[in-house]
């Protein structure tokens, strides 16, 4: 956390105004510490996006995590993550779509 942060007043000067009801404090860059620079207000969705383990995916200019492009393309999350191994994030994402039982 920044030096200024130490304080409340001082986080809640910086902060506070663009608070809403629902959303948490979330970090732009995981890498670096909280800050006024580094931080906004996130749904819990937005939060669970920026982690280092959701793996975002970027084609035809839209870039969505791997559970939003199966569900765009009308496929099973698991059939999506095989077709990106066996073939590649284009075909995977241009290839007819079938959603297999598993």
């Given at each position: 956390?920044?030096?200024?942060?130490?304080?409340?007043?001082s986080?809640?000067?910086?902060?506070?105004?663009?608070?809403?009801?629902?959303?948490?404090l979330?970090?732009?860059?995981?890498g670096?510490?909280?800050?006024?620079?580094?931080?906004?207000?996130a749904?819990?969705r937005?939060q669970?996006l920026?982690?280092?383990r959701t793996?975002?995916i970027?084609?035809?200019g839209?870039?969505?995590?791997?559970?939003?492009?199966?569900?765009?393309?009308?496929?099973?999350?698991?059939a999506?993550?095989?077709?990106?191994?066996l073939?590649g994030?284009?075909v995977?994402?241009?290839?007819?779509?079938h959603c297999h039982a598993?």
């Amino acid at each position: 956390m920044c030096q200024r942060w130490q304080r409340f007043l001082s986080f809640a000067e910086d902060m506070l105004s663009s608070y809403k009801r629902g959303l948490t404090l979330e970090r732009i860059d995981n890498g670096k510490g909280y800050s006024k620079g580094n931080c906004r207000w996130a749904t819990r969705r937005e939060q669970m996006l920026n982690t280092r383990r959701t793996r975002m995916i970027e084609h035809n200019g839209q870039k969505m995590c791997i559970a939003d492009w199966a569900k765009k393309l009308n496929l099973c999350h698991s059939a999506l993550r095989t077709r990106i191994e066996l073939h590649g994030i284009t075909v995977a994402l241009t290839k007819e779509k079938h959603c297999h039982a598993h």
